[in-house]
């Protein structure tokens, strides 16, 4: 992060202002007759439409009662459908959200389901397709190259490489413990390996936590991490091989509030960060970060600040109802960045910025 760019001093907006055209709309909001938790919010475009899936419960994160509801725009993200289930709990495994992949004529769903009462807490990846964003088809398992299932939950943005590869990253079992994986199937269902990589394990965990990826312009893969070790900074790892072999990850000197990020490239090549940088565990403000050559972040947008008249109070309680904006998720559509995001983990919103607001 360049000198100057954030200034975490300033708790509510890091000292950034405002930014006309951009608008936030609400996809679901907690009421007394709904659930209270929503939390891993993720956006794609199929077919003319908007879809937005998350993680949905009663009223604790991670609960035996989760699963993964879904709504739908029919106009560019401006009103919303009711919540409709994508995928339900049984009484063997509870669900959450995995992504989105859409391939040509269909439209892949990913969930994650975790075994209930397992220890340490850990997942495998599924998915479900459809080719009308109405009706699925059953479950089916995500594999790993050898044919065997993936043992590990997926991380909701695969990048897809210009070539086709994607390039994302699992937290595999036992635990949650992450490593980069790619496959050159265009739908992510099968064909994936793991990456050479060196994660720290902390235990149940590793250090290194929730990533996402972009590119920079001589096709070096960044991968950047939660730091579950609080540096409050973010954590990179690098690829020159198409994801196949990764260098040890490094703390940068970005400001983070121990939180998930969403990265990747406009459409110029230039490349982008969503995330809360803050030098605690406070989830706002919620900043769109840039960099031209996906080294040096110089320049910063905010999306949502802290102030009481633009976050609100959380209206329900709930285990790890975390304040502020969680877990942002970014997709580009028709001139667009669609920044998706659980506000105190209760209520699903977007954030819009039309791209000519960056040149600004």
């Known amino acids: ?62 609960s035996d009662d989760t699963w993964v509801a879904y709504s739908v725009s029919a106009d560019e993200g ?9 995928a339900l ?19 892949i769903a990913f969930i994650n389901t975790w075994q209930k009462g397992f220890e340490p807490r850990g997942g495998k990846t599924n ?59 265009s739908r992510g269902i099968s064909g994936w390996r793991k990456g050479l990589f060196e994660a720290e394990d902390n235990g149940k965990q590793s250090r290194e936590m929730e990533p996402s990826q972009y590119m920079q312009p001589d096709g070096t893969l960044v991968m950047l991490f939660r730091d579950q070790k609080s540096s409050f900074r973010k954590m990179a790892s690098i ?28 459409p110029d ?5 969503v995330s809360c940088p803050a030098n605690d565990k406070q989830r706002w403000p919620l900043v769109l970060q840039l960099s031209q050559d996906g080294k040096v972040f110089d320049k910063a947008i905010l999306l949502r600040s802290g ?25 580009i559509h028709n001139g667009h960045l669609y920044v998706g995001y659980s506000t105190n983990k209760e209520d699903v919103e977007c954030t819009i910025i039309p791209l000519d607001v960056l040149n600004r």
Not at 240 to 251: I, M, Q
Request: hydrophobic share 30%; charged share 20%.
């Open 307 to 331: 102030s009481p008249a633009d976050l609100p109070q959380r209206r329900y309680e709930g285990r790890y109802k975390t304040l502020g904006y969680n877990y942002p998720k970014a997709m």
């Open 239 to 266: 690829s020159t091989d198409r994801g196949e072999t990764w260098t040890k990850p490094v703390v940068t000197n970005i400001p983070d509030a121990r939180t998930k990020q969403c990265a990747g490239n406009l």
């Open 127 to 185: 998915y479900i397709t459809s080719v009308d964003g109405r009706t699925w088809s059953q479950m089916l398992p995500v594999t790993m190259a050898a044919g065997n299932d993936m043992e590990g939950v997926l991380e909701q943005d695969p990048y897809t490489l210009p070539d086709g590869r994607l390039v994302g990253a699992a937290h595999f079992m036992p635990g949650l413990h992450v490593c980069p994986v790619y496959t050159d199937d």
């Open 1 to 62: 992060m360049a000198d100057g760019v954030i200034d975490t001093t300033n708790h509510e907006s890091a000292g950034l202002l405002p930014t006309t055209g951009v608008k936030t709309v609400t996809i679901f909001k907690a009421e007394e007759h709904t659930d209270h938790y929503a939390n891993g919010v993720v956006m794609t475009a199929f077919k003319g439409k908007l879809y937005c899936l998350w993680q949905s419960s009663p009223k604790d994160e991670d």
């Open 78 to 86: 401006s009103t919303w459908s009711n919540p409709q289930p994508l």
């Open 89 to 107: 709990p049984t009484k063997d495994f509870y669900c959450t959200s995995g992504g989105w992949q859409v391939n040509g004529d269909t439209l």
């Open 269 to 273: 090549g230039s490349s982008f960060m």
